[in-house]
């Protein structure tokens, strides 16, 4: 059976609420429903029909093309299903999501991946403030699941994270992130200022030295550490080749909150 | 109107025909008091649009803190007689009110205090040029920016190692750190538009830590422009706060999507409604969409706006405002009352009386 596709006719004269085209919601629905749909933010009235081409009918495996950034919570509290997004995406992209897999070729706006819980979500190019974050009316950040980043990443990237591993191969912003209690390494090439603000717990691993290190993480030195290796042959597995080596600049923080964390900088 | 002067009556038909006709319109600024707010409310709900106040990047910021992680905020009062130790973080808080710490601070003893401590102010990011004599005062700057000298402060209050070469510093946090752990009643004061929510949430874990031994709190600045009082209209109006979108079936709240200055920058909005008429208040207007100004201050009009003049909330008329020193809502009477311009609350529901008019026609 083929994908189901929405192809966005023109540029949205408003942000859309893609939140009801998850397969959980389409499956069994017919193409005359599913043109039905509201997904209008303003009182003007707007259905799946008035702003995109449907095709297709495999409700478990949705494909939007040439969507941009107005096109908001696509995937959000996704229970399973494929979601390829040819284009960019908006805000809240994969929030609250528990399982299934979302691919972006472009970027995606604030809030991606915010309290998710599970499931993988693959971005080509950047994401903007607040990724893997907390969704609105939640109180704790990403929970689980695997989250790639190509690009940069805008800032507070992984606030009051409780788990789940993060790539991210470029830049990141100011007050990085501020990890709640992760338990998982993530690797990333830089950061902007103060980056682990906040960190109880967890382990940061940086490819090049961050921009600021706050005073209150602690130097401990260059040591050697198994667990990098195997990191990297993880991170492999999962198709994400990065050099990480077995020697890394350990430094221990946020020793102005529990210090239980600890900054890895690749030597 | 169209930079000419017209007849309200005339300037409000117009204005009801601009509203009944946009798509997304956004009621910003809303420096008014709880009627205007009541208001404007009322005819955004009648409208599918959004409110937004002008203040609502530090509100939004306090809020989510609070959701997120709860705080233990203590009132004007309490800490005026109680506290023992007051740390001012950052330059924002004595900016927005020059007399805080003599509010903080009376030079007459207030009741009795736990513990037997001096009462100290210890400003953290700031100087103590402007203190008056009769407070103990100490300030803990240097060319850290705030963030770190939080974090320091932090670090050093739960005596954990981090490296320092500025020996002048350390010493001077270290002291800070001591005086807070021996302190009866420690209370931190900042302003969060000036500091952003990881900086708040090692403020609140300095709470946490000293709570487990001996007492303390925090002050958050109310917001300007009387915007605590706005939010909790909207939160008792509606059950959510500022920034809420009444566009769908239900209110919707979002803090990045209902910006007034993004909806306006993105071109999302196509009407904005503007209103500045708060006594000891302004804020600058921003741009991108025509506009029905809502002023008691000169405003300059572009080509398109729509300027009522209105009368000016506790100074032209008696106005329900959020007070700092209450933590609560009250009855602030006008300096000299003005019967001959409208009030905010009375101009935004003729608009909505002609908007029903003309939907019934």
New interface residues.
């Given amino acids: 059976m083929s994908a189901l596709i929405f192809e966005l006719k023109d540029t949205p004269?408003?942000?859309l609420d893609l939140s009801p085209l998850v397969p959980a919601r389409l499956a069994g629905m017919s193409r005359k429903d599913i043109e039905a749909v509201s997904i209008?933010?303003?009182?003007?009235t707007l259905t799946v029909g008035d702003a995109f081409k449907v095709k297709g009918k495999d409700a478990q495996n949705i494909h939007f093309v040439g969507t941009d950034e107005r096109c908001?919570k696509i995937g959000a509290e996704l229970e399973g299903g494929a979601i390829f997004v040819d284009g960019d995406a908006g805000?809240s992209l994969g929030a609250r999501m528990k399982s299934g897999k979302i691919g972006v070729t472009g970027s995606a706006g604030?809030?991606a991946a915010a309290s998710m819980a599970g499931g993988e979500i693959t971005i080509r190019r950047n994401v903007g403030a607040q990724a893997c974050g907390?969704a609105?009316g939640e109180?704790?950040g990403m929970k689980g699941g695997f989250v790639t980043v190509g690009g940069d990443t805008g800032a507070?990237l992984g606030?009051?994270m409780r788990r789940g591993p993060r790539g991210r191969r470029r830049q990141g912003g100011r007050?990085c992130r501020?990890p709640h209690d992760c338990r998982h390494a993530r690797a990333q090439r830089g950061a902007g200022r103060?980056a682990g603000?906040?960190n109880r717990r967890g382990s940061l691993i940086f490819m090049e030295k961050p921009k600021d290190i706050?005073?209150?993480f602690?130097?401990c030195g260059v040591m050697e550490f198994d667990y990098l290796r195997l990191l990297e042959k993880w991170l492999r597995d999962q198709d994400i080749r990065i050099r990480l080596g077995d020697r890394a600049r350990r430094l221990?923080g946020?020793?102005?909150?529990l210090?239980k964390g600890e900054m890895l900088i690749l030597a | 109107m169209r930079g000419e002067e017209a007849e309200l009556d005339s300037a409000l038909e117009r204005a009801a025909d601009l509203l009944d006709r946009a798509r997304f319109p956004v009621f910003g600024g809303l420096l008014t008091d709880i009627g205007g707010a009541a208001a404007a409310l009322s005819l955004a709900e009648k409208l599918g649009g959004v409110i937004d106040h002008a203040a609502s990047a530090g509100l939004m910021r306090a809020s989510k803190v609070m959701r997120e992680t709860g705080g233990t905020p203590a009132s004007f009062g309490e800490i005026r007689n109680r506290a023992d130790t007051v740390v001012v973080i950052g330059k924002a808080p004595l900016a927005r009110d020059p007399d805080l710490v003599e509010k903080l601070f009376p030079a007459k003893p207030g009741l009795p205090r736990p513990g037997d401590n001096k009462r100290e102010l210890i400003l953290l990011g700031a100087d103590k040029a402007k203190t008056p004599k009769h407070v103990s005062a100490t300030a803990v700057d240097s060319r850290a920016s705030l963030p770190e000298l939080v974090a320091l402060l932090a670090a050093s209050l739960r005596e954990g190692r981090f490296d320092l070469r500025d020996t002048a510093l350390r010493a001077k946090i270290d002291a800070a750190a001591a005086r807070l752990r021996k302190s009866a009643f420690a209370v931190f004061v900042y302003d969060p538009a000036e500091i952003e929510e990881p900086v708040m949430h090692t403020v609140l874990e300095m709470v946490r830590h000293l709570v487990l031994t001996t007492r303390a709190a925090i002050l958050s600045m109310a917001a300007p422009g009387n915007g605590d009082g706005v939010n909790l209209c909207s939160t008792w109006t509606c059950g959510l706060p500022i920034r809420t979108s009444f566009a769908g079936d239900v209110p919707q709240h979002d803090a990045w999507a209902y910006d007034t200055d993004r909806l306006l920058k993105s071109a999302e909005a196509d009407a904005l409604v503007w209103i500045d008429a708060l006594a000891g208040d302004t804020a600058a207007r921003p741009k991108g969409a025509a506009a029905i100004v809502l002023s008691a201050n000169p405003t300059r009009a572009a080509k398109d706006d729509i300027v009522i003049e209105v009368a000016s909330a506790a100074a032209d008329h008696d106005a329900a405002l959020f007070l700092p020193p209450l933590s609560g809502i009250g009855m602030v009477k006008a300096g000299k009352a003005d019967k001959g311009k409208p009030t905010v609350a009375a101009v935004l529901t003729r608009i909505a009386e002609l908007i029903d008019e003309r939907r019934a026609a």
Wanted: glycine fraction near 12%; proline fraction near 3%; charge should be negative.
């Fill in positions: 004269g408003q942000r209008g933010t303003t009182r003007e908001d805000a604030v809030l907390v609105l109180t704790m507070l606030e009051r007050l501020r103060y603000y906040g706050l005073p209150t602690s130097d221990m946020d020793m102005a909150v210090g």
